[in-house]
């Protein structure tokens, strides 16, 4: 087993309590929890099939499938850093912009009528949450290739266009139970305690970072709930008509809309990222986040003094990220300093180089946004 202590509320942790991890979880969701499932949802003569875990994963999930029925996901939810009020606030979440007309995976109720369900099992509690399988399927089950005889520019309109709905649904959401603020993901503790002593600059920079950060409006035009992880690994497309559809809502947070923006901006490099020229890079990049933007604005408004704050939220982007993957070495034991992807980007943060380095004389097409 490895260990995890809960210091980054609803999203990530540092090391306390005991907890099981992955495989454990899958095995014990295998045996005792999926015989329950038809029990709690409306699932019998469903066939019931793990989706294989991307690295890093926190939740098991299914596939359910029958013919002549929608499908669905399940989604078997095991760690102990989130309680039941967190996970409610992000189904509660979902209903809402699927209810007022984001294009996103929408929730299931239980037989109960409840958008959640627990299962406890040899002291573990399991949140179980059900979902609509969004049409389509994910950009990379389609090589990477867009719609026969479409140009892509169509996806990345598109790509900023559901982005601004869920935006402009989140300006006037008033929730029942309330998820996290942006800056419960960083507390102080946990960033000291996760940061090697080497790292001093890192820390310096990352502290710096979010104290600029406070300084930021978050009034209801610029501050909202957010998805916080929005990229083409967290919807589906329909390669029939390019309707993109959302989900993975589990770390969504109180935040600036730019930092959606930003996460936008970062998973825009595509092929791009391999071109030696790095004029024709930041052209691409500039005519890309233009048409996305186009998109974003026909849903939703966003002042030109937030936009300009566009490298600042790259910049918490790669906060995070870092964060996100030194909490993952802790658990495989990887070191540091044998990292280059990670060891890129604390580079980009600790020297102040803007858009990750994407432009920067350090950059390799060779070797993409490592050192």
């Not at 309330?178 to 080497?198: A, Q, T, W």
């Not at 790292?199 to 950060?213: A, C, G, R, V, Y």
């Not at 610029?222 to 916080?228: L, R, S, Y």
């Not at 802790?330 to 060891?343: A, I, K, R, S």
């Given at each position: 087993?490895?260990?995890?202590?809960?210091?980054?509320?609803?999203?990530?942790?540092?090391?306390?309590?005991?907890?099981?991890?992955?495989?454990?979880?899958?095995?014990?969701?295998?045996?005792?929890?999926?015989?329950?499932?038809?029990?709690?949802?409306?699932?019998?003569?469903?066939?019931?099939e793990?989706?294989?875990?991307?690295?890093?994963?926190?939740?098991?999930?299914?596939?359910?499938?029958?013919?002549?029925?929608?499908?669905?996901?399940?989604?078997?939810?095991?760690?102990?850093?989130?309680?039941?009020?967190?996970?409610?606030?992000?189904?509660?979440?979902?209903?809402?912009?699927?209810?007022?007309g984001?294009?996103?995976?929408?929730?299931?109720?239980?037989?109960?009528?409840?958008?959640?369900?627990?299962?406890?099992?040899?002291?573990?509690?399991?949140?179980?949450?059900?979902?609509?399988?969004?049409?389509?399927?994910?950009?990379?089950?389609?090589?990477?290739?867009?719609?026969?005889?479409?140009?892509?520019?169509?996806?990345?309109?598109?790509?900023?266009?559901?982005?601004g709905?869920?935006?402009?649904?989140?300006?006037?959401?008033?929730?029942?139970?309330?998820?996290?603020?942006?800056?419960?993901?960083?507390?102080?503790?946990?960033?000291?305690?996760?940061?090697?002593?080497?790292?001093?600059?890192?820390?310096?920079?990352?502290?710096?970072?979010?104290?600029?950060?406070?300084?930021?409006?978050?009034?209801q035009?610029?501050?909202?709930m957010i998805?916080?992880?929005?990229?083409?690994?967290?919807?589906?497309?329909?390669?029939?008509?390019?309707?993109?559809?959302?989900?993975?809502?589990?770390?969504?947070?109180?935040?600036?809309?730019?930092?959606?923006?930003?996460?936008?901006?970062?998973?825009?490099?595509?092929?791009?990222q391999?071109?030696?020229?790095?004029?024709?890079?930041?052209?691409?990049?500039?005519?890309?986040?233009?048409?996305?933007l186009?998109?974003?604005t026909?849903?939703?408004?966003?002042?030109?003094?937030?936009?300009?704050?566009?490298?600042?939220?790259?910049?918490?982007?790669?906060?995070?990220?870092?964060?996100?993957?030194?909490?993952?070495m802790?658990?495989?034991?990887?070191e540091?300093e044998?990292?280059?992807?990670?060891?890129?980007?604390?580079?980009?943060?600790?020297?102040?180089?803007?858009?990750?380095?994407?432009?920067?004389?350090?950059?390799?097409?060779?070797?993409?946004?490592?050192?």
């Amino acid at each position: 087993m490895w260990t995890l202590q809960c210091g980054r509320s609803s999203r990530q942790c540092l090391l306390e309590e005991i907890i099981i991890n992955f495989n454990e979880a899958v095995n014990i969701s295998n045996t005792h929890v999926l015989a329950l499932v038809s029990e709690l949802f409306h699932l019998e003569g469903y066939n019931i099939e793990l989706i294989p875990p991307h690295e890093g994963g926190r939740n098991v999930v299914y596939t359910c499938e029958q013919e002549g029925d929608e499908s669905l996901i399940l989604r078997v939810s095991f760690l102990p850093d989130r309680n039941r009020e967190d996970y409610i606030a992000e189904l509660e979440y979902v209903q809402y912009l699927f209810d007022h007309g984001a294009s996103v995976s929408n929730v299931v109720s239980s037989k109960k009528g409840n958008l959640l369900e627990e299962i406890t099992y040899d002291h573990h509690t399991f949140f179980v949450s059900l979902f609509n399988k969004a049409k389509g399927k994910l950009l990379i089950e389609n090589n990477y290739q867009y719609r026969e005889g479409v140009p892509i520019t169509e996806h990345y309109y598109n790509c900023g266009k559901v982005l601004g709905k869920m935006h402009q649904i989140s300006k006037e959401y008033s929730p029942v139970h309330r998820r996290h603020h942006f800056f419960d993901n960083y507390k102080g503790e946990y960033i000291n305690n996760l940061i090697p002593e080497s790292f001093s600059l890192l820390k310096e920079k990352m502290f710096e970072l979010l104290n600029t950060l406070k300084g930021l409006d978050t009034n209801q035009e610029t501050f909202g709930m957010i998805h916080f992880d929005y990229n083409d690994g967290n919807y589906s497309i329909d390669f029939d008509t390019g309707q993109i559809t959302v989900y993975d809502f589990d770390n969504s947070c109180f935040g600036w809309y730019m930092y959606d923006l930003a996460d936008l901006w970062t998973h825009g490099v595509g092929w791009i990222q391999f071109e030696p020229d790095a004029g024709k890079r930041k052209a691409f990049m500039h005519d890309y986040f233009e048409t996305a933007l186009a998109g974003y604005t026909s849903e939703t408004k966003i002042e030109d003094s937030m936009l300009e704050k566009l490298p600042l939220f790259i910049q918490a982007t790669l906060l995070e990220t870092i964060l996100g993957q030194l909490e993952e070495m802790q658990h495989t034991g990887e070191e540091l300093e044998d990292n280059e992807e990670v060891l890129y980007l604390i580079k980009c943060l600790e020297e102040g180089i803007p858009y990750r380095g994407f432009f920067h004389d350090m950059y390799s097409s060779e070797a993409p946004f490592t050192l």
